[in-house]
C-alpha cells in the first residue's frame, strides 16, 4: 500500500406483433448479447421439486403461470445443485419454492441466506407439512396449488420492488465531507448523482426508444404478457406520460430499479432516456402544483421501509446527517399505508422495518416531486413521486411508541441551495470530470471510485458507437488506464499502443501528448518487472517533456520520481536518488513545503532508502512525508495511512516489530474508517499486518489477517491480481505452519 505507487495519467411508428418486432432487430446496426433475465427483476424464482419434467405439459403450464409474476425461474430436481445454485446469487433476492419432502432437507440450509427472501411449500398434503413449516419466518406458507402461490408472489413481488431503492448515508457537514477522501462516498451516490446529470443533457431521440425496446424484447422473448407490453409501449409511448407507464404494472419499474440498483452498465444506457423523460414529467406536475402561494405550506408524507441491520447501524451513526434515496421515490400522504407496509416487512429477519416522517417546504425545495393520482396508471391516491436522488436530513431516529419492532425516522427534505449539499455537490462535480461530455464521463468516474470491470464495459460499448479519430484513442487510452487497474498489465498496453498510434497519424512525433502515453506504457512494464522496456518508455516521455517544458515544469517532476522508482526497483540506488532529489527539488520550488507532492518525493525517497538498507535515512524521509500530510488543512487520510504504512515498514525491517505493529495498526484504523468495506487497500494493509504477526511468531494472528486479506481482495480484486495471488501463497504457507 506505498502510496508511491504510480497511476496512469488521463489524456484529453404502426405496425403490431412479434413478426414487426424480429423485423426490426434484423435491421438493428448493433446486436448486443441477450440480456440475463437476473438483471430486469431484483427477485428470482427457485423451483426444487425433484418431479419437475419440463416436457410436461402440466409443469410447462405452471412455469408459464409463474411468468406472468417472475421473469427469471429456475427450476431444480437436485437439492445441492439449487442450494449451489442460491449460494452464488449476490445481486437479487430469491423465492423458493419447495416441495414438501424436499423442503424439510433444504429450508434449514438456506433460510439464514440474506439473498433468500420468501419460502413456499408447495406439496398434496398441506397437514403433513405445516408444523415442520410453521417454525421457519421466512416460509409464507404450505400451498396445494399455483394459483394461491402465484397471489401471494404478486404481493411480495410489489413490496421487494418498492423496498428496492439504495440508500446512501452522509457525513454530517460540509467539513467533515470535504475532509475525507473521495473513497469514502457511496459509490452508488456518486453513480447515480453523475448518471442524473447525464441522462438530462444527453439529448434523445425515437431511436433511443427503438433501442430500448429491442433489447427488452430479446430478453423477454419467451413471456408473452411481457411481449404485448412492449408492443403497447412501442405503438403508444408518446401517447401516455411517462408517470402513467412507471406506475404500470410491468417489467418497465423493476427493470428500472434494477438497472439502477446494481449499476447495470449494459442497461443504463439503452433505458437513461426514460430516466430523463420521468425526471421532466415530475417537473412539469411540480410547476403545476405548487406555483401557487396556497400551495408552498410545508406538508408531512411517510414511507414504510425495510433496510438491512447494517444499513440501520449505519443510519444511526448519520443522526443530523444525510440520507439519499438513489432512485425516483415515492411515497404517501396516509400514515396507515405506510405504516403497514413497514410492519410487513419487519417480519423479514434479514429488515429492520422503519417508518419515515418526512417534511416537505415547497417553498425551499428545488428537487420535483408532484402527487400522481390524476396521472397514475393506478389512479393511488395520495401518493407523491420524487425525482432520482432526493436527500433529506435526518432528525430523529426512535422505536415507535406501542410497537418496539419499527422505528420511526423523523427527516426534513433538503434543498440544492442546502450549504452541506451545495458543498457535496460542488466537490463531487470537481471530482467527476466535469469537462469530460455524456458517457465518457460516466466511465472516468467508474475508474475513479474503483468499478472497473463497469468502466470497462461501458468503453467498450462506446467504441461500438460512432465517434472521431481522437475520440476512439482517447477511450484507447482510458481502456488502458481500467487494464493497469486491473493488473492486466499487457491489455494496458496493448490499448495505450492502439490508442498511441490513431494519435501519432495526426500529430508530430514530439507533440506534449505523447508523454503520458509513453508514461503510462512504461508504468505497465515496469509493474510487469521488464525494467528495460519501462526505461526507454520513460527517457521518451522525460526527452519530449525537456524540449517542451520549462525546466522546472512540474510534470518533469513526476517523471523524475517515476524514474527514480524505476531505478530503485532495478537496484542502481545512487541512479535512482538522483532521480528522486531533481524531483524534489522541482517540487520544493514550484510548490508550497506542505504540498502533498513534496510528501510523495519524501515518501519515495524513504522507500529507496528502506531497499538500500539505511533505515535511520529510511525512517527520517517517511516522517518527512507524515509531518507534511499532517500539517496540511485539510488532510488526505489514505495519504496518512500510506506514511503510517510506510513507517511500519521500516520498523518492520529493523526488527522492532512492537513498533512496525503500532504503525500498521494505526494505518488500517485510518483506512476502516475512509474506505469502503472491500477497498483493495484494506487488504494489503490486512497483509501487512499478518506479516508482522508471522515474523513475530504469532502464527494464529498471522493467519487471520491472512485470511482477512484473502477475503478483501476476493471482492475487490481480479482472480488473477499479482496481490492476490500473494496474499493466498502467505495464507497457504502459514496454514501448513500451524
Not at 438493428?28 to 405439459?57: E, F, G, H
Not at 433505458?271 to 402544483?289: P, T, W
Not at 415507535?400 to 449539499?421: A, Q
Not at 517523471?559 to 524534489?584: F, Q, R, T
Request: charged share 20%; proline share 4%.
Amino acid at each position: 500500500m506505498h502510496n508511491t505507487k504510480s497511476i496512469p495519467t488521463s489524456s484529453k411508428t404502426a405496425a403490431t406483433g412479434t413478426t414487426e418486432f424480429t423485423s426490426l432487430l434484423s435491421k438493428s446496426s448493433t446486436v448486443a448479447p441477450r440480456i440475463d433475465p437476473r438483471r430486469l427483476q431484483n427477485v428470482i424464482l427457485v423451483w426444487l421439486d425433484n418431479s419437475i419434467d419440463k416436457n410436461c405439459a402440466d409443469c410447462q403450464h405452471t412455469i408459464s403461470q409463474l411468468r406472468q409474476v417472475i421473469t427469471n425461474i429456475n427450476t431444480f430436481t437436485d437439492a445441492d445443485q439449487c442450494t449451489q445454485f442460491i449460494q452464488n446469487i449476490t445481486e437479487n433476492k430469491i423465492y423458493l419454492i419447495v416441495s414438501g419432502t424436499i423442503g424439510q432437507l433444504i429450508v434449514p440450509c438456506v433460510h439464514a441466506m440474506s439473498q433468500v427472501d420468501s419460502i413456499f411449500v408447495f406439496c398434496s398434503n398441506r397437514k403433513l407439512h405445516e408444523q415442520w413449516a410453521g417454525e421457519w419466518p421466512k416460509v409464507k406458507g404450505v400451498y396445494t396449488g399455483i394459483p394461491p402461490i402465484c397471489d401471494a408472489l404478486k404481493q411480495l413481488v410489489q413490496e421487494r420492488e418498492y423496498n428496492s431503492i439504495p440508500l446512501s448515508f452522509l457525513a454530517v457537514n460540509s467539513a467533515d465531507l470535504i475532509e475525507k477522501n473521495f473513497d469514502n462516498l457511496d459509490p452508488t451516490f456518486v453513480y447515480s448523482h453523475v448518471l442524473k446529470e447525464i441522462s438530462l443533457a444527453v439529448e434523445f431521440n425515437e431511436k433511443s426508444i427503438k433501442d430500448f425496446l429491442n433489447r427488452c424484447y430479446e430478453a423477454l422473448y419467451d413471456n408473452e404478457r411481457e411481449l404485448r407490453f412492449i408492443e403497447k409501449l412501442r405503438r403508444h409511448y408518446r401517447d401516455q406520460c411517462p408517470i402513467w407507464w412507471y406506475t404500470n404494472r410491468c417489467f418497465l419499474y423493476p427493470m428500472l430499479n434494477q438497472t439502477l440498483r446494481v449499476m447495470d452498465i449494459e442497461m443504463i444506457m439503452p433505458i437513461s432516456f426514460f430516466i430523463g423523460d420521468l425526471h421532466r414529467d415530475i417537473q412539469r406536475l411540480h410547476l403545476k402544483q405548487y406555483t401557487h402561494d396556497y400551495s408552498n405550506k410545508p406538508f408531512t408524507i411517510y414511507r414504510g421501509h425495510g433496510i438491512t441491520k447494517s444499513d440501520f447501524q449505519q443510519l444511526n451513526k448519520t443522526k443530523n446527517g444525510l440520507i439519499s434515496f438513489n432512485n425516483f421515490l415515492v411515497t404517501n400522504k396516509d400514515i396507515l399505508t405506510s405504516l403497514r407496509f413497514a410492519q410487513q416487512v419487519a417480519r423479514n429477519p434479514d429488515l429492520v422495518g422503519v417508518l419515515f416522517i418526512m417534511t416537505i417546504d415547497p417553498a425551499q425545495s428545488t428537487l420535483p416531486f408532484a402527487l400522481i393520482s390524476e396521472v397514475s396508471h393506478t389512479h393511488a391516491e395520495n401518493e407523491i413521486l420524487f425525482s432520482m436522488h432526493s436527500i433529506f436530513r435526518v432528525h430523529d431516529i426512535k422505536p415507535m411508541t406501542g410497537n418496539n419492532h419499527i422505528y420511526e425516522i423523523r427527516v426534513t427534505l433538503v434543498s440544492n441551495n442546502d450549504k452541506d449539499l451545495r458543498a457535496l455537490y460542488d466537490w463531487i462535480r470537481e471530482e467527476t470530470f466535469p469537462d469530460e461530455k455524456g458517457w465518457n464521463r460516466l466511465a472516468m468516474v467508474f475508474t475513479k471510485i474503483g468499478q472497473y470491470d463497469k468502466a470497462e464495459k461501458l468503453y467498450e460499448i462506446l467504441l461500438n458507437q460512432p465517434m472521431t479519430e481522437p475520440q476512439r484513442a482517447t477511450t484507447f487510452h482510458e481502456l488502458g488506464r481500467v487494464k493497469y487497474s486491473q493488473g492486466a498489465y499487457k491489455d494496458a498496453i496493448m490499448y495505450y499502443q492502439r490508442a498511441l498510434e490513431i494519435r501519432q497519424q495526426t500529430l508530430p512525433p514530439n507533440h506534449i501528448d505523447f508523454a503520458s502515453f509513453y508514461n503510462n506504457i512504461g508504468l505497465a512494464y515496469k509493474s510487469m518487472d521488464d525494467y528495460s522496456s519501462a526505461l526507454l518508455y520513460y527517457k521518451k516521455a522525460l526527452d519530449i517533456q525537456q524540449q517542451s517544458l520549462s525546466g522546472h515544469h512540474l510534470n518533469l517532476g513526476a517523471s523524475y520520481n517515476n524514474i527514480g522508482n524505476l531505478y530503485d526497483n532495478m537496484g542502481d540506488h545512487i541512479k535512482a536518488l538522483a532521480a528522486h532529489e531533481k524531483a524534489l527539488n522541482i517540487r520544493l520550488q514550484e510548490l508550497p513545503a506542505n504540498h502533498p507532492d513534496v510528501a510523495f518525493s519524501y515518501n519515495s525517497i524513504g522507500l529507496l532508502y528502506d531497499n538500500m538498507g539505511d533505515y535511520p535515512k529510511a525512517l527520517a524521509a517517511h516522517e518527512k512525508a507524515l509531518y507534511i500530510r499532517q500539517d496540511s488543512s485539510s488532510p488526505n487520510q489514505t495519504d496518512l495511512a500510506s506514511s503510517y504504512n510506510n513507517i511500519g515498514n521500516t520498523y518492520d525491517n529493523m526488527g522492532n516489530y512492537e513498533k512496525a505493529l503500532a504503525s500498521y495498526e494505526k494505518s488500517l484504523e485510518i483506512l476502516q474508517k475512509t474506505l469502503p468495506a472491500n477497498h483493495p487497500d484494506l487488504a494489503m494493509s490486512h497483509y501487512n499486518i499478518a506479516l508482522v504477526y508471522q515474523n513475530m511468531g504469532s502464527y494464529s494472528k498471522a493467519r487471520l489477517f491472512y485470511e482477512q486479506a484473502v477475503e478483501i481482495g476476493q471482492n475487490s480484486l481480479p482472480p488473477n491480481h499479482p496481490h492476490l495471488e500473494l496474499y493466498q501463497k502467505n495464507l497457504d504457507e502459514i496454514k501448513r505452519k500451524l
